[in-house]
Structure formats: C-alpha cells, structure tokens
C-alpha cells in the first residue's frame, strides 16, 4: 500500500494536544541574547507572579487576540464562533463518503480484509481510482469511479464551493478550563475529504476533464485554508500535512502525463489566488492555550491533563509542596519559561531574516541544552514532552513554506518547458514572463532562491527535464542529491545528523500514477 508521504508526518499531530511546539529556552545573559529587546517587551517580559496571577483568563485573551488580528485586516468583521460552514461541509461529505462505500459490498468487503491490520488502508479505494500501481485493483478502482460519480451528482461539489474564505474558529467564551480543546472530528474528514479530491483530481486527469480536475483542486486549496482558521499548532500542522499532499499530486499527474498550457495556467492561477496559514497567530494560539492548562495544572494538580504521570503525591500534600519535592519549578517559572520561549520561536518565520536566523539558533541551542542536562530536563519536566516535537513542528514549517514557492516554480517551469519547446536554463528565467519573483528557500540560512538544475529528460528514470529543490538542513547546495528510500531526509531530525549531504527534491515521486 503506497501511503501520502505528507501524511505519514501525521503522527506528530498527536504530540501537538498540549502545544507541541512547546519550548522552553535555556537563555544566555540578557548581554548576550541580540532580539531580548523586541522578544520580551513587552509580550515576555520576565515579571514572575505579577504578570501571572491566579485567575488570568488565558483562553478569552486568545478569543480577544483572534478578534483584534482579523478585526484589523477586514474591518467590521462578523465572527463565526461555531465555524458552520467548514464544519458541515466536512461533516456532511463524511457521512456521505461513509454511507457510500459501506453500502457497496465490494468496497466492504474489501475494507473487512485489511481492516484487521491497518485500518489506513481502506482509502486504497481511493488510490485504485487514481491508477496507483502498487496494490492496484481494477475492481475497485471500478466501484471507487461509480462512488465518486455518485457523491458529485449529490450536490456537494456546489457546498464546497461555499469554502472560499471561512470565518475564523473562535470558541466561546465561557470554555472550561483547561482549554485544550480543538476541532478534531472537522480535521480528521478534513483528510479525508482531502484524499477524496486527489482522488478526483486523478480521475479527472484519466478522463482528460480539465475543468473538473481545476475544480477539485480549488476545493483543496479551500478547505487547506479553512483548517487553518483555527489558532492552533495541531490545526496549523494538519494545514501543514494537506497542503503538501495536494502539491504532491499536482507533480505526480504532471510526471505522469503533461498537463495543457491552460490548466497549467489555471493550476498556477488558483495556487497564487489561495491563501496560506499564518504561522504567528497559530502558535500564539497554541501559546496562550498550553499557558491556561499549564496554569490550571499547577493549581489543581491535574498533571495527567498536560501528559505527566507525576510521582504520588500524599492526600494532605499541599501542590506547592509537591511541586517542591519533586523538584519541579514552581507555577510562576514554569509559565514565565514557556511564555518567553514560544514567543520566541513565533521569530523562526519572521520577515526579518538576520532576526529569524538569530531565533532559530537560540531555539536549536536551547533543544541541544534541554537534551543534554538532566537536571534541567526534571526542573521543566512539565514541558519535557514538547521537546521532540519542536524540531519537527520547525522542519514541517520550514517544508511547508518552499514547497508553496515549489509548486509555483514547478508548474511555471513546466509551462516555459511546453511553450518553449526546452527546459529554463535557470529559474531566473522564468521571471517576470511566468514568476513575479524568484521563491525563497525557506531552509536557506540567507534565504536564497530555491535552486535548480537542468536534466537530461532521456536518461533521468522519471523522465523529468529539471529539479526544483531545497538546500536542506545542512544548508548546503548538493546538487539535488536525495535518498530515494527517505525522500525527506535533508531535513529529518537525529543525532546523528542524517541530513548532511542531502537536498530535499521537489518534483519527485515514489511511484507514479499510471496513464498509459
């Protein structure tokens, strides 16, 4: 069974709940720290108990700062706090996907087989459609063709049209403590709605139908959008996941077989028209989240809500002297050390790349110093189990953000290549006549252009004429070498540092679909 490679990052979505890009900086002298000034002041300044009294409402500061960013880009703004229309969406097409293939003894029985083993594999279905050799069945793809005619002729292309720009997802005010609380049923038939439009896309290619192929794809780029309308990491990540898996299939379909000018143009028109997740936001939601459990862990010595089994506390312990024995810091540090840390890293992504760049190494300094002293690791324990994820939340964002400039540059490369009737001999020669500007590569220390090189179509095995690529963590151009059995190497996490010597590729694919 071949998996989306996009979604087979998904399981960092569970680590997400409780702030997964959680970091807690082992911070050098104020001398020595070079964005202290604009980092803490005035959002971190380190002010211990006053800036973190018992009763702060953490969760309607998130409501007021979701209000004021969106307020202040659109004006008198009518906020949605039950996100209606993206919710019924993705619901209604759950139901009906559900109800669809369940009725189809074929497609039951098939599920019935493999569910047993891995429960995944019963969007194989979906696969067979989209002429995926390995494990391909014609029976199913078939049945999966008549499903899918079925839904559309139901009406519910029409409702996803309605997904052009959702509300954002403000929840309501009086929310319990503590307030880990995300839109998890909307993601996951988010995903699957997803994989049903790639499905589409697929079908539409076979059946040489551009305008369906167009409209499905402007679905996906609707409801990308629309997940990331929440102010979380997870919501941020799971955007993250579908909007790498729908750029994947437009390079697969075009591998497989070469798309018209004009829907190369359409795809391109409706890429640039689309909008993308906002980073700061989506962490600062996470943020001020994590700060309310944490808060409310503290005060109620529910550590098991925020993912730590604590040692026994005796039944007349006061929290403070548990907090106290065990060796933790206390309420106040812990709060003030996640603040200022997270707020931090909002600077990963700034405009500003001499401040970003500065950002980045303090959150890769503080990484390397949480894992290597113990004794800080027990203090901050109530944060040990973001650490993991904090690299991985960084190279997903940092993949997410080339892979937005690579499809453009792929897309446009392609057309210049069919137009002209031979590959750019660089990207730069694709601007302004197909790109506005060169896209930046996000893994670039410097943020230099994406690179390129020119290939042999003859003799390359997927028969591409170029390669759009990425530096990669070590930063260094490799000339588009990669690992075809870890296709994201030059960005994987380790001690070991597996990502030296590796460029992370973008027009490739583990296998393409068949359209002979």
Known sequence: ?????????????????????????????????????????????REGARKYPPGRDYMLERIQMIREKEGSQRGNYEFDSNWNTFRNSVARFAGAWQYAWQGSPLAKA?????????????????????????????????????????????????????????????????????????PMPALGDARSLVRFNLARMSLARRRGDDLEFARALRHNLAINHAVSRDASLIAHLVYVLLDSNTSQRIVEEQLAKAMSPELLRAAMALIDESKTADWELSINGERLMVLDAIDWAYQTGRFEVIGISEPTRAEDETIDAFVARVGWATREETLDEFDRALTLYTWCFDDNADLAGKAATQTEEWLAHFKKDAAYRKRFTVMSAAAPAIARAMNMEQAARWTRGAIKAFLAAELFRIEKGHAPESLGELVPGYLPVLPIDWCSPTREPLRY?????????????????SVGRDGTDDSGKMDPERPRRAVDGGPEQVWKGYDLVFNWSEQLPDRK
Do not use: T, W
């Open 1 to 45: 069974m071949r998996i989306e490679p996009a979604f087979q990052l998904a399981g960092i979505c569970g680590l997400v709940i409780l702030g997964s890009c959680s970091v807690a900086q082992d911070a050098p002298p104020p001398a020595a720290d070079p964005i202290a000034p604009r980092v803490r002041a005035p959002i971190v300044a």
């Open 110 to 182: 098939f599920n019935d087989k493999i569910e047993a083993s891995n429960p995944e594999e019963a969007a194989d279905i979906l696969l067979s459609v989209a002429k995926y050799p390995m494990n391909y069945d014609a029976q199913l793809d078939c049945e999966g063709q008549r499903i899918i005619d079925q839904l559309l002729r139901s009406g519910l292309p029409a409702l996803f049209d309605s997904l052009s720009d959702p509300q954002p997802m403000v929840p309501e005010s009086n929310i319990e403590r503590p307030g880990i609380m995300h």
């Open 453 to 469: 090189k020119k290939l042999d179509a003859k003799a390359d095995s997927l028969g591409r004429a170029f390669l759009i690529y």
